[in-house]
């Protein structure tokens, strides 16, 4: 399947698509802080831990829809990355159609089966998408997309305006830091946390969605699972996946955190590479959230 990773780096406008720097490529979006890259080699990344996720919790969703599936339901997923999960949900419920949003254009654009679409838009500009569109409305690892103000104002309200009543809303999260005695794992941990609060993102936004959920006073049902998922080897396959997903993530903003710490590029490399050998010497864990919710029949 062909994606559109390689299109050139301007807008037929002039406008500046993408912006290339320390040999990664990061959007260009005035109104989003998302800082992580958005070229192949993360694409790569998100790509090779699905099926480690779907070990961790035991499936690709929570929410008991599963009948509502089978039947044809409409699906969306908000910050689809690579559509690896749209894909395989796909694959599993022929009748339902299913539609993946994404403002970077890492999502496949050819030979995709008739079930799928893939539109490259802003969540934060607000969803092209009438009232109630959806039964099913999922979102997996925004942590970084959103600060906490659009998060309760404009995620969690667009969220609630596309799901029908009865229908589903589903939140996969995972703390942007990890925890741990080692010492270049704290001082990274440390770092991503105050470079996030400078940008009024919140590290821990999966510990804050049941809240937001319950504020708005429109789910008859809030479900809420928090897992940790222990680091390394002692974590089996789904745990060695885990840490080489967040240390590849690391990687990626290697040109902020560097920056943010005051310490050189190849400095910060020691430090990430030290994060894999302390989690085989002490107990490295993060935290992953899954958070479900059913919209109210009448509001
Ligand atoms: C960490 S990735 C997760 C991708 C996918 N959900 C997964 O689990 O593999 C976050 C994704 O959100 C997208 N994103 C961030 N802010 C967005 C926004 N305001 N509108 C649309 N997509 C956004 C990024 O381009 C990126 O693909």
């Known amino acids: 399947m062909g994606c559109c990773c390689s299109k050139n780096n301007y807008e037929e ?3 500046i698509r993408f912006r290339v720097i320390d040999g990664r490529r990061y959007h260009n979006i005035s109104n989003s802080e998302y800082f992580v890259a958005n070229d192949g080699e993360e694409a790569d990344r998100l790509r090779r831990y699905h099926d480690a996720l779907k070990t961790i919790w035991g499936g690709l969703f929570h929410s008991p829809i599963e009948e509502k599936l089978k039947k044809g339901a409409r699906v969306i997923d908000l910050g689809c990355g690579t559509g690896t999960w749209l894909l395989d949900m796909s694959r599993h419920y022929p009748k339902s159609h299913f539609i993946g949003i994404d403002f970077s254009p890492i999502f496949p654009t050819e030979n995709l089966p008739p079930n799928v679409e893939f539109i490259q838009y802003n969540i934060l500009d607000g969803l092209p998408f009438t009232d109630s569109n959806f039964d099913f409305v999922h979102q997996k690892f925004m942590v970084a997309a959103f600060t906490q103000a659009q998060w309760k104002e ?3 309200p667009e969220c609630l305006r596309l799901t029908r009543p009865g229908g589903w809303i589903e939140f996969v999260e995972s ?3 990890l925890m741990s005695d080692g010492n270049a794992t704290q001082r990274i941990a440390n770092a991503i946390q105050s470079f996030m609060s400078s940008k009024g993102l919140n590290h821990k936004i999966g510990e804050d969605i049941p809240r937001l959920l319950e504020i708005t006073d429109a789910f008859t049902e809030i479900r809420n699972k928090k897992k940790p998922v222990t680091l390394g080897k002692k974590g089996g396959r789904p745990g060695q996946e ?7 993530g690391m990687n990626t903003i290697r040109v902020w955190l560097s920056g ?3 310490i050189m590029p190849e400095h910060y490399d020691a430090l990430v590479e030290a994060i894999s050998f302390e989690a ?5 864990y993060v ?6 919710g059913r919209k109210k029949d009448r509001i």
């Not at 085989?280 to 490295?284: L, N, S």
């Open 287 to 292: 935290n992953q959230y899954r958070i479900c």
């Open 154 to 156: 404009k995620v969690i």
């Open 13 to 15: 406008d002039g406008h």
């Open 280 to 284: 085989e010497k002490t107990h490295t």
């Open 260 to 262: 943010a710490m005051n």
């Open 242 to 248: 885990t840490l080489i997903f967040l240390t590849r």
């Open 175 to 177: 703390d942007a830091i």
